[in-house]
């Protein structure tokens, strides 16, 4: 018998190495061997227009700390921790919405948060920049408004409103910030809804029973035990929020540049790619911090 089971646990071991080596090579071909290239990249130097160096130096990271890069990279976080802060306090009542609707309803409501994900992030990127061109859907309906309030005191106390003056809502800070919210809402809200959706109703309703009004029951129960969704969703939204090119690329302007754009000119304009692979790096070695912190604020199971 025990024979037996020492060759079926050895045929085991032989079955789950065949099923994980494709993966792994596939893993190690595709993602682990490119970001090692580019690490050595990162130290190393350009000799020539095509030649890049690989001698150990350090150069790059230390011209990644200068005053100017360490700016872009704060404004950056400031930019990514306002869309998380933004998406936390819209998808969390949206994920809540979701979670006690009816069974019926609930399929649907998920197929909305996800029907973006069907369109192309930069068709979406485009349709935005159409509602808020200055001669944009925003633009125009404030303009009827405006042209009707207009009409209406010019009938009443005669003409008082100036001419309507556009707003200027692309190729600032405000359309970065709109554009990262917009294309990061529904990565906040399906972890939300995952961990609202476990919730022992029960407990809610003893918090009821108790006496707690409903704002105190959201707080001191509901709150508490969505935190690990909570962590999930900021994680999951601070960190592509962090490194978004395309979105402050079309929507920012010249002060709204992020650090994935300086890469992306690292790369290509400037040829410089020792440099961006060192501020690739610098963002990514950030994002292992981001990672490792939410991992030990997250309680583990059991742990008391």
């Known amino acids: 018998m025990a024979e037996n089971i020492e060759e079926d646990w050895r045929a085991s071991r032989a079955m789950f190495a065949a099923l994980v080596s494709g993966p792994t090579l596939f893993l190690f071909a595709f993602l682990l061997a490119p970001l090692a290239i580019v690490w050595g990249y990162s130290l190393g130097h350009n000799q020539g227009l095509k030649e890049i160096i690989v001698d150990g130096t350090i150069s790059n990271y230390a011209h990644a700390l200068n005053p100017l890069y360490l700016s872009i990279l704060a404004k950056s976080f400031f930019f990514a921790a306002v869309t998380t802060l933004l998406c936390l306090v819209i998808g969390f009542p949206v994920a809540l919405a979701i979670t006690f609707a009816k069974p019926g309803s609930k399929a649907w409501l998920l197929l909305l948060i996800m029907l973006p994900f069907w369109t192309n992030l930069l068709i979406r990127t485009y349709a935005l920049m159409a509602v808020l061109r200055t001669q944009g859907y925003v633009n125009g309906l404030l303009r009827l408004i405006w042209d009707a309030a207009a009409g209406f005191l010019a009938v009443v106390h005669g003409p008082h409103l100036a001419a309507f003056q556009p707003l200027d809502l692309l190729y600032n800070n405000f359309a970065v910030v709109l554009g990262l919210v917009y294309v990061q809402l529904p990565f906040m809200v399906l972890p939300l809804y995952s961990a ?107 742990r008391r």
């Open 196 to 302: 609202l959706d476990r919730l022992d109703r029960s407990l809610l309703e003893a918090s009821l029973d108790l006496g707690a009004g409903h704002i105190r029951t959201l707080f001191a129960v509901v709150v508490p035990l969505a935190m690990p969704g909570i962590a999930s969703g900021v994680l999951v939204t601070l960190i592509p929020s962090l490194g978004a090119f395309l979105t402050p690329d079309l929507l920012g302007g010249v002060d709204s540049q992020m650090i994935a754009n300086v890469i992306e000119r690292q790369f290509k304009a400037a040829n410089d790619w020792p440099f961006g692979a060192a501020l690739s790096f610098l963002l990514m070695y950030m994002t292992f911090a981001a990672i490792a912190i939410q991992s030990m604020m997250t309680p583990r199971r059991g």
